[in-house]
């Protein structure tokens, strides 16, 4: 398995401004997604950050709003822009190793509230 | 897409009793169904997974069983303890064509009394 961390671990923002995550691993992966959980669901996909390219976007989920990076195989952010109050969620970060293809590992969560 | 129904919702077993979740999946070219368990404050953590080519597999307490044909999968938890309690999610995804790509089902809260 990998560790991940992310920070900030939360936070509280305010409608309209934006909040930039960030994902960091100890290891080099093969893959790097980004998911939201709202209050008391399960998880959504978001988008997966391609390294070095434009992340792929899951329907209903759009780059203006979600803007990610992933500039090297152990980093990535996700940027909510524009924030609103049903953009409080847990953002989190997961990521494929190279050594079991399959096996998906997440990171701690950003728990985000909006007011 | 795929679609992954998950059931039941909430769980209460006393401590010692086996807790069963159930989950269905709608997609028959999903191929990989990991189980995760979420405690409060915390990232998911994969506690077992199997892949379509096996019908069951088993670690210590915990194990899953698979039915192509019906296309659903299961969690076994034998021996409950209070540490068992927690949010439990499964998925399914389909490594081939998108790969790690996982659909969650809604979840179960499993509360394992003392």
């Known amino acids: 398995s990998a560790v991940i961390s992310q920070k900030p671990s939360r936070d509280i923002c305010q409608r309209g401004t934006s909040l930039t995550i960030q994902c960091q691993v100890d290891?080099?992966?093969?893959?790097m997604f980004w998911y939201r959980q709202q209050p008391g669901q399960s998880l959504t996909l978001i988008a997966t950050?391609?390294?070095?390219?434009?992340?792929?976007?899951e329907s209903g989920f759009v780059i203006d709003k979600f803007p990610i990076s992933r500039p090297n195989l152990t980093f990535s952010t996700l940027t909510v822009s524009n924030m609103s109050p049903e953009d409080s969620s847990i953002y989190l970060c997961?990521?494929?190793?190279?050594?079991?293809?399959?096996?998906?590992?997440f990171g701690p969560g950003t728990r985000l509230t909006v007011t | 897409g795929e679609n992954v129904e998950q059931h039941p919702s909430t769980l209460s077993v006393q401590e010692g009793d086996s807790a069963v979740i159930k989950c269905t999946y709608s997609d028959s070219a999903s191929n990989y169904f990991p189980w995760y368990k979420q405690e409060l404050g915390k990232g998911p953590q994969l506690i077992i997974d199997i892949r379509s080519n096996v019908g069951e597999k088993k670690d210590q307490r915990i194990a899953v069983t698979l039915n192509k044909t019906a296309k659903h999968f299961s969690l076994h938890i034998t021996e409950t303890q209070p540490e068992d309690s927690a949010v439990y999610f499964c998925a399914a995804s389909n490594a081939g064509t998108s790969y790690g790509k996982l659909t969650f089902g809604q979840g179960t809260i499993l509360t394992v009394h003392p």
């Open positions: 290891s080099q992966v093969t893959m």
């Open positions: 950050a391609n390294q070095g390219s434009e992340a792929t976007y």
């Open positions: 997961s990521v494929v190793t190279g050594g079991n293809p399959y096996e998906q590992y």
